[in-house]
């Protein structure tokens, strides 16, 4: 019985590889469209788009136009080839804006770059052009059934940029001052990721990065520069408390402010 059906797998295969063939040297262009539909809905998506991409140049300005167009980008999209699947979307909203797949054309765009982008430490492009091309589809279509999936794709991508920043921000503090003073170069990146992103999930470990960098510097500065640092110290301290005054940092933030009150005060 086993050997029955794998010979009649094998046959199936092969019959679908001969019209395959058949298909990738005919002429007849609606021939080739309609099976490049049927390897789709067989999720034979390599089938669909290689045909594809033959018929669309030649169904351009025709009836099929756009669904023709708009099925490339989606068999790309469901053979996880995200980046060109994006180009043939954005290809179809710029060419069809008010057309009857915009809206799905628009979402998938960015949505393929939300799937595509990288660990943190990697080079975020994908993820920024996810968040623009996200944001676009909420500005064109906010009464979509996908804005909650859009939104929070974004939310996500956002939290990303603001965690490569952390760790760009932490590996300042950790050079401390070699070769210069990274301590502000820490501060300068937490503070600039909190003020892009003022509702990141990573603003409290951000907030006493800086409290932690602004102590470091002057702990470590010379002594001319020691008070005035301290004071900038305790000004830190009291912001990030009256942020998080149940933050698991607080007992590390209170050692820090007793330390630099203790310079700048005396008690």
Do not use: W
């Not at 469209?33 to 390897?39: D, H, I, L, Q």
């Not at 003022?198 to 603003?203: A, E, I, R, T, V």
């Not at 006493?208 to 020691?226: G, H, Q, W």
């Not at 004071?231 to 149940?246: A, G, M, W």
């Amino acid at each position: 019985m086993k050997r029955h059906v794998i010979i009649l797998l094998l046959a199936c295969v092969l019959v679908s590889c001969g019209e395959y063939n058949k298909v990738l040297k005919s002429q007849d262009y609606n021939y080739k469209y309609e099976y490049a539909k049927r390897a789709f809905e067989e999720k034979r998506y390599t089938q669909a788009y290689t045909i594809l991409q033959d018929v669309v140049p030649v169904f351009r300005g025709t009836d099929k136009a756009e669904e023709s167009l708009y099925l490339l980008g989606l068999s790309y999209y469901e053979n996880k080839d995200y980046m060109t699947a994006s180009s043939y979307f954005r290809n179809y909203y710029q060419h069809y804006p008010k057309g009857e797949y915009a809206e799905m054309a628009r979402f998938y765009s960015g949505y393929g770059y939300y799937l595509d982008s990288p660990e943190s430490q990697l080079d975020q492009t994908p993820t920024v052009k996810a968040i623009e091309e996200l944001q676009a589809f909420l500005d064109f279509f906010p009464k979509s059934d996908k804005v909650s999936i859009a939104q929070s794709a974004i939310f996500e991508l956002q939290d990303k940029l603001v965690l490569k920043e952390l760790e760009n921000a932490q590996l300042y503090y950790n050079l401390g001052n070699y070769m210069g003073n990274n301590y502000e170069s820490a501060v300068i990146t937490a503070k600039n990721a909190i003020k892009e992103y003022p509702y990141s999930k990573y603003k409290e470990q951000l907030e006493m990065l800086v409290l932690k960098a602004r102590y470091k510097e002057a702990s470590e500065s010379i002594d001319e520069k020691k008070g005035e640092r301290f004071r900038t110290v305790i000004d830190e301290y009291y912001s990030f408390i009256n942020d998080y005054p149940n933050s698991k940092d607080r007992r590390e933030a209170d050692n820090i402010f007793k330390v630099a009150n203790k310079y700048v005060n005396g008690n």
